[in-house]
């Protein structure tokens, strides 16, 4: 069974910057949507920002302007660049790779990837 491979994560001290990538362990059908979610502590999974057909993007209010998806279609990847990380960002960040094709819905998720940043 194919999964998501997250790398990239870490701790950090707040003002910094980190960027996730993701990849799929084998061979899955071209991304219709790829997009990053976030659990901190004692909280339920959250949307971070999510990418679609077409290089439309969307975005959590709370990382507008500090966090940046970005995919390559043809490598199947999805990045999460992100910048001015406060302590609040603390997460174990997941993501998730949904694909289309002859009418079958498929989606992928990673294991989780632990961010963590320091005041």
């Known amino acids: 069974q194919v999964q998501l491979v997250e790398s990239g994560g870490g701790w950090v001290q707040a003002g910094g910057s980190l960027r996730l990538s993701c990849a799929p362990s084998?061979?899955?059908?071209?991304?219709?949507?790829m997009a990053w979610f976030r659990q901190p502590p004692g909280k339920q999974r959250e949307l971070v920002a999510s990418?679609?057909?077409?290089?439309?993007?969307n975005y959590a209010d709370s990382v507008k302007g500090r966090f940046t998806i970005s995919g390559d279609n043809a490598k199947r990847t999805v990045y999460l660049q992100m910048n001015s990380l406060k302590p609040a960002d603390t997460a174990v960040y997941y993501c998730?790779?949904?694909?289309?094709?002859?009418?079958?819905?498929?989606?992928?998720w990673g294991q989780g990837i632990q961010v963590t940043v320091s005041s």
């Open positions: 998730y790779i949904h694909t289309i094709y002859n009418l079958r819905s498929r989606d992928y």
């Open positions: 084998g061979s899955i059908r071209s991304p219709n949507t």
């Open positions: 990418i679609a057909t077409g290089n439309m993007t």
